[in-house]
């Protein structure tokens, strides 16, 4: 491979979300290795407390803000999801299509926010992690080329890396805040801008 993806653990996201990460001239499970690391990264330190206070983000669908329990849960879910959509497309040739998920991701996620939002921050990142230790070995028997191309692209890239540059944007800043207040520093004013 002739492409670095050392730097996708510390370029800007907006740098990192402009590049063509669906090029064949990409590795592309050290991207999703580079990208865990940084997602994993981003919440160190934080106490469950942290982990589920509402505002990370506002809800897609119109209900409460998100807490980080419920982002990463999010991602967990969607994972988990994708090991049962990926071996039946594997099967069967079809992959799944948005009205499989009620045709509204948004609506769809919101209903989804229990049992994330109330789990404790050790069991979410007990089964991000499982789930995860599952989805790579169903991804990778599916080809790298295949993968690239739709509808494979996506549903299996969504649910790997392209779902952790999705939530970065918000997981990141709100982890920094998260630090701030737990140091008792006060948000400096514009600080919340998604810095993609």
């Known amino acids: 491979m002739t492409v670095d993806t050392a730097d996708l ?19 592309l499970w050290a991207d999703e290795t580079a990208l865990w ?26 209900g409460p803000d998100w807490s980080l329990a419920e982002h990463v ?26 009205a499989d998920y009620d045709g509204n991701f948004d609506t769809f996620n919101e209903r989804r926010r229990e049992p994330w939002a109330s789990m404790p921050q050790d069991e979410i990142v007990r089964r991000l992690e499982d789930a995860r230790q599952r989805m790579l070995p169903v991804a990778h028997r ?9 509808p494979a692209w996506s549903w299996v890239y969504p649910a790997l ?18 630090r701030r207040r737990a140091a008792g520093a006060p948000t400096p004013a514009g600080d919340r801008d998604d810095p993609a």
Request: charged content about 30%.
């Open 9 to 27: 653990r510390r370029a800007p996201l907006a740098s990192i979300r402009s590049r063509d990460l669906r090029n064949p001239e990409r590795d």
């Open 37 to 62: 690391d940084r997602l994993t990264a981003s919440w160190a330190g934080l106490d469950d407390e942290a982990w589920h206070l509402p505002g990370a983000a506002p809800s897609d669908a119109g």
């Open 73 to 98: 849960g999010h991602i967990a879910d969607w994972m988990e999801l994708a090991i049962d959509y990926t071996t039946r497309a594997m099967a069967t040739g079809v992959w799944p299509s948005d």
């Open 142 to 150: 599916v080809t790298a080329e295949t993968i690239r191309e739709e």
């Open 161 to 178: 890396h392209g779902h952790y540059l999705d939530h970065l944007p918000v997981i990141e800043p709100w982890t920094d805040e998260l």
